[in-house]
C-alpha cells in the first residue's frame, strides 16, 4: 500500500495513522516510573536507561556490553596507570545548542561528587580532573585504576552553560521534596530529546536531527515512554498493541505471550543479584521491638535469617522457575562461583541460631521492599515475610513503588531502613564494583566506598583486599584476591544473596530489538516495521 493510500485511509475514518509516522513511533511500557530526569539522582538501571536516551558517556556500552567511544573518541594511561587522559569528540552540541568541551567533563565530575549525587562512585575520591584544551581532559588518580572508564556508559555529561544557567549546578537528591529544574529537563548530547516529561505519567523522546552519530542503527523519530505498574494491564497493553515493548512480562503469562503469533517474549540471563540486607550500623534499629541493641550486629541472627530463607521455594513457586539461587553477591557470568555454596536452609537451626542469641521468642523487625522494580520484587518479600515467621520472627512489609522506596532506603535518605530487598547489577561488570560499592565500609565520610551499602556491613579486610584488587593487573592474582574477599563476607552472613533473575521483554514481532544482560533498554538498537 503506498503513503498516499495510507494517509487517505486515515481521512476515511479507519483507524490508521500514516504509515510512515506510525512506524517511527515507538511506545514503550515499564512497572517503574521515571521520577528524576537528573542523571545524578538515582543509581538504577532502569533510570540509567532511560536517561541514556538524552544523555551520554565519555564512554558507551555496546550489545554485547563491550566498551566503545562516546563522547570520548579515544584515551591513553600513564605508565604508572596514575594519569588518564581522554581525547573528546569534536562538533558534539548539547540539544539547547551549547558546544559540548572539556568543561563540560570538569563541571559533570564535580557535579557527579557533589552531596546529594547517588553516583559518586563513578570518578574515585581523590582524582583530580583536568582541562588539558576544549577538548582533552586528564583524570590525574591518586593510584592506579585499571577499571576507571567501565561505568562511564552512564556517567552522563551535562552541560554546564545549561546548569548554570538554570540553577542546577547541584544534583537532586532522591529524596527532594520539591522538583528541580535539572528533574524536571533534560539537555544532553544524546540520540533524543526530551520533548515533554510528566513524572510518574508519561515521558515523551524526540529523535535529535543533530546527534553527531550520521549513522544510527535505530529508525525512530519518537519514543513515548509510559509506567503501567500493574502486570495484567501491562500485558493488555501490549497485545493490543496499545504498546509495542513492555519491560518486565510477568513470568507467568509468557506463555500465553508468546503463543499470540503478534508479540513475543525475549528472555535470558540477568547479570542482577537479587539479595537481602540487614542493617549492621545502628546501635538500635529505626524499626523494631528490641530496643537499646541492634540484632543484626549478631553473626548468628543474621545466620539465622540466612537459613530460614527457602530459596528452592522462591525459585520454584515465586519465580516459577526462571531464577537461579546464588552462593555470591554477583552473577556466575562476571565471576565464578566455583567453591561456593549456600548456607543450607533449615528452619530448625535457624530457630536454635535465635535462641542462642538471646532471642527465643523472636522479634519484629520492618522490612523495606520495592514493589515494581524486580521480577515478582513484592512477591518474594512476602514469602520472607512467611518463611521468617516460622522462626518466630514478625516482619511489618512497607512495599512501595521504587521512587519512594530508593528515596528511603539508599544514601540520599539516610540508609533509612532495617531490613530490605535490593538488587545489584555491577556497572563495571566487575567484582571490584560490588566490593566496593556494595560491600565496602562506608565509615569513612570522605570516600565514596560504600555508596550502596544499605545494610553497612563492614570488614577492614574485605577493604584491605579490595584496595588491592583495584590496581592489580595479573588475572591469577586477582582472581584469587577476589576469591578471598567473597569468602569473608560471605562467611559472616554480611548479607543474604538470593538469585539472579531472568529477563523477559515482551516485544511486538513488528520490534527488532537488542537484548543486553545488564536489562538495560536501549531504543538506538531498535527497528520497527
Known amino acids: 500500500m503506498s503513503f498516499k493510500t495510507n494517509c487517505l485511509a486515515a481521512v476515511a475514518g479507519l483507524a490508521l495513522l500514516c504509515g510512515t ?6 511506545r514503550y511500557a515499564n512497572q517503574g516510573e521515571l521520577k528524576s530526569l537528573d542523571p545524578y539522582t538515582v543509581n ?21 556490553l563491550e566498551i566503545l567511544p562516546g563522547l570520548a573518541e579515544s584515551w591513553t594511561i600513564s605508565d604508572d596507570g596514575k594519569t588518564w587522559r581522554f581525547a573528546l569528540r569534536k562538533g558534539v552540541k548539547f540539544h539547547g545548542g551549547e558546544d559540548f568541551t572539556a568543561d563540560d567533563v570538569v563541571f559533570s565530575a564535580d557535579r557527579a561528587r557533589a552531596p546529594g549525587s547517588n553516583v559518586q562512585t563513578r570518578v574515585p575520591t581523590g582524582t583530580k580532573v583536568v582541562k588539558i584544551d576544549d577538548h582533552t581532559v586528564e583524570f590525574q588518580l591518586t593510584s592506579p585504576n585499571p577499571i576507571l572508564h567501565y561505568q562511564w556508559d552512564t556517567w552522563y555529561i551535562l552541560s554546564k552553560t545549561w546548569a548554570e544557567k538554570n540553577n542546577s549546578t547541584a544534583p537532586t537528591p532522591a529524596s527532594a521534596t520539591t ?51 500493574s502486570d495484567a494491564t501491562r500485558v493488555a497493553a501490549l497485545l493490543s498493541g496499545e504498546v509495542d515493548v513492555i519491560e ?37 534499629l529505626v524499626e523494631s521491638s528490641v530496643k537499646g ?9 543474621r545466620k539465622a535469617f540466612y537459613q530460614a530463607i527457602d530459596i528452592e521455594t522462591i525459585k520454584t513457586r515465586v519465580m516459577r522457575g526462571l531464577a537461579t539461587p546464588s552462593p555470591l553477591m554477583i552473577a556466575p557470568e562476571l565471576f565464578p562461583h566455583t567453591g561456593f ?8 537451626e535457624a530457630k536454635k541460631l535465635l535462641t542462642d542469641a538471646g532471642y527465643p521468642d523472636g522479634f519484629t523487625v520492618g522490612m523495606d521492599c520495592p514493589n515494581d522494580r524486580y521480577v515478582n520484587d513484592g512477591q518474594i518479600c512476602q514469602a520472607v515475610v512467611g518463611m521468617l515467621a516460622r522462626i518466630g520472627v514478625k516482619v511489618n512489609l512497607n512495599a512501595q513503588p521504587k521512587g519512594q522506596y530508593f ?18 547489577t555491577p556497572g563495571t561488570s566487575d567484582s571490584h564494583n560490588v566490593l566496593f560499592d556494595i560491600m565496602g565500609c562506608r565509615d569513612n565520610p570522605a570516600s565514596s566506598r560504600g555508596e550502596a551499602n544499605v545494610a553497612g556491613y563492614c570488614n577492614k579486610k574485605v577493604d584491605e583486599l579490595t584496595d588491592k584488587i583495584i590496581v592489580e593487573a595479573d588475572k591469577a592474582k586477582r582472581d584469587a584476591m577476589i576469591k578471598e574477599a567473597f569468602q569473608i563476607a560471605a562467611d559472616d552472613f554480611g548479607y543474604i544473596p538470593l ?26 538498537y531498535a527497528v520497527k516495521e
Open 179 to 229: 522538583p528541580t529544574f535539572a528533574s524536571l529537563n533534560a539537555n544532553g548530547t544524546g540520540a533524543f530529546k526530551v520533548e515533554s516529561h510528566q513524572p510518574g505519567v508519561k515521558t515523551v523522546f524526540k529523535v535529535n536531527e543533530n546527534w553527531w552519530n550520521k549513522s544510527p542503527e535505530h529508525n525512530l523519530k519518537e519514543i513515548v515512554f509510559t509506567p503501567i505498574a
Open 248 to 284: 518486565p512480562v510477568p513470568i507467568q503469562d509468557i506463555q500465553r505471550v508468546n503463543g499470540t503469533g503478534t508479540v513475543q517474549v525475549l528472555t535470558g540471563p540477568e547479570l542482577r543479584t537479587i539479595f537481602l540486607g540487614m542493617d549492621q550500623v545502628r546501635d538500635e
Open 44 to 64: 538504577e538501571t532502569t533510570t540509567h536507561a532511560h536517561l541514556g536516551h538524552p544523555y551520554e558517556g565519555l564512554i558507551r556500552r555496546g550489545k554485547n
Open 499 to 524: 538469585h539472579q533473575q531472568a529477563l523477559a521483554w515482551g516485544v511486538s514481532k513488528k520490534v527488532k530489538l537488542t537484548q543486553r544482560a545488564d536489562n538495560a533498554v536501549h531504543f538506538q
Open 407 to 424: 528515596a528511603k532506603v539508599l544514601k540520599p535518605g539516610g540508609y533509612n531502613t532495617s531490613f530490605y530487598l535490593l538488587g545489584w
Open 21 to 26: 509516522a506510525q512506524a517511527q513511533t515507538l
Open 293 to 301: 541493641k541492634n540484632p543484626f550486629k549478631d553473626i548468628r541472627v
Open 341 to 348: 555454596t549456600r548456607a543450607k536452609f533449615d528452619a530448625t
